[in-house]
């Protein structure tokens, strides 16, 4: 089936206490993206990628860090978590690109809670 | 800032009826979609128009497009309980084909 996965899909954590959340795609897709969803403020860009080994920061990438080492494969890692990252966070996907005229597969979610 | 914005934020009607959301979005744009997401899961892509598309109709989903306004509408027939689920649209704006920017989405409730 083809889909995209995140894990762990809930996360309770302390400030300052290194994590990552892991997503992988199994459609070959070159176009992976982070968001970040909060109440009142929509999906947010973090970080995407167009390729492998090419990354590139989002509207809001401060505070976490990505790599693209495989294709298939996009971690987010958040070096030290603060309490207002938490949020509900979505991985997806695209054949070609971020932009409208390809489609997004998106993951289930991650819902993350720093204390 | 947000691209796109819908309105209303929030809507409840009865199952048969039409559902009518709408987007609106401040610069020019390359593509607008729709998508849906059913309470805390990921969103699902419903449908794509471009901007030279003025209509487009997918089962009992109808999207429009007014450039000349930068605003686009969802109309869901014949609304099911099913339906009932947060819409978002989505844009990417002239220039900028590798970003897609979300708006914050009609909550929509379908009533038996």
């Known amino acids: 089936e083809a889909q995209v996965t995140q894990n762990p899909r809930y996360l309770i954590t302390v400030t300052g206490k290194k994590l990552t959340v892991t997503c992988s795609q199994n459609m070959n897709h070159e176009y992976m993206s982070w968001y970040r969803q909060d109440p009142g403020l929509g999906l947010r860009q973090i970080y995407y990628?167009?390729?492998?080994?090419?990354?590139d920061k989002g509207d809001v990438p401060e505070g976490y860090k990505v790599s693209r080492k495989e294709k298939r494969n996009f971690p987010l890692i958040l070096e030290s978590p603060s309490p207002n990252q938490t949020s509900l966070y979505f991985c997806a996907s695209s054949l070609f690109g971020g932009g409208a005229a390809d489609t997004q597969y998106f993951g289930p979610g991650t819902r993350l809670t720093v204390l | 800032s947000q691209q796109g914005e819908e309105d209303p934020q929030a809507l409840s009607i009865q199952e048969g009826e039409n559902a009518t959301m709408n987007c609106s979005y401040k610069t020019s744009i390359n593509n607008l979609q729709w998508y849906r997401q059913n309470s805390g899961r990921g969103l699902v892509h419903l449908i794509l128009?471009?901007?030279?598309?003025r209509e487009k109709h997918s089962g009992r989903l109808r999207v429009t497009l007014d450039t000349s306004k930068k605003s686009s509408s969802l109309l869901i027939t014949a609304s099911r309980a099913a339906d009932t689920a947060s819409y978002f649209c989505?844009?990417?704006?002239?220039?900028?084909?590798?970003?897609?920017?979300f708006g914050t989405g009609t909550r929509l409730q379908v009533t038996l």
């Open positions: 990628s167009m390729n492998v080994e090419v990354t």
């Open positions: 128009i471009r901007s030279n598309e």
């Open positions: 989505a844009t990417d704006a002239t220039g900028t084909a590798s970003k897609l920017t």
